[in-house]
């Protein structure tokens, strides 16, 4: 089945440390994003991508890294720079083009907590 | 920039009644899209409908239906014959009928059935 593939489910970042989250779809959609959920809050976009090799800063994308080698695979690096990283983040894919409210199907997140 | 807002953080409901979720946003776009997604304990985050501005029929899936005011900029959600498994956070989004796709979150609400 397509879908949308995040991983680690849990992940432990030490001070000063930076970590990578991986996110994997086979949909063939050509957009993909990266959300942060805080408790209490609605997603909030970090970095999207609408083609490889090209990716735009989202609201709130200090602190984080992305890059989009290929079309399947779209990586979310939190780097130490992001002093409060604690939050369950999520992966969404779309296709582009088109008419039509297509919606973004998403991943079943990673949840990131401080040690 | 658009703003969506979702001014009922908490609702409750019998099982089998009715209830209603309200959103309101803000924009200065003609062409746009606006969404309603449930997110249950699991963290899955899955489309429950989808609107598009330029239709003025509400859109409708089962027991799940919206009532669109284009003017108000007004976007509830009717959850008919409420069910145990409708518990769980609902939050509306806007998407711009332009560029990238992406989407603006509301703050969510948290739906509770009592059986």
């Known amino acids: 089945d397509g879908g949308i593939t995040q991983s680690p489910k849990y992940l432990f970042r030490k001070e000063g440390q930076n970590v990578t989250l991986s996110c994997e779809q086979n949909?063939?959609?050509?957009?993909m994003y990266w959300y942060r959920q805080d408790p209490g809050q609605g997603l909030r976009l970090i970095y999207y991508s609408q083609i490889v090799n090209d990716f735009q800063k989202g609201d709130i994308a200090e602190g984080y890294s992305v890059s989009r080698e290929k079309k399947e695979s779209f990586p979310l690096t939190v780097t130490s720079a992001q002093k409060n990283p604690t939050a369950f983040y999520l992966c969404?894919?779309?296709?582009?083009?088109?008419?039509?409210?297509?919606?973004?199907?998403f991943g079943d997140g990673t949840r990131l907590s401080i040690l | 920039a658009q703003t969506v807002t979702q001014s009922q953080p908490e609702m409750s409901v019998q099982e089998a009644e009715t209830v209603t979720l309200s959103c309101t946003y803000d924009t200065s776009e003609s062409d746009y899209y606006l969404f309603w997604y449930k997110q249950p304990p699991s963290r899955q985050m899955i489309l429950v409908i989808r609107?598009?501005?330029?239709?003025?029929q509400n859109a409708t899936e089962n027991r799940f239906s919206v009532n669109f005011q284009k003017a108000a900029k007004s976007f509830s959600l009717k959850i008919s014959d409420s069910q145990l498994g409708d518990a769980a956070m609902y939050f509306c989004a806007y998407r711009s009928g332009q560029g990238a796709q992406k989407l603006v979150f509301g703050q969510g609400t948290r739906l509770t059935i009592n059986p």
């Open positions: 609107q598009e501005a330029y239709k003025q």
């Open positions: 969404a894919s779309t296709p582009l083009g088109g008419r039509g409210a297509q919606p973004q199907h």
């Open positions: 949909l063939n959609h050509d957009a």
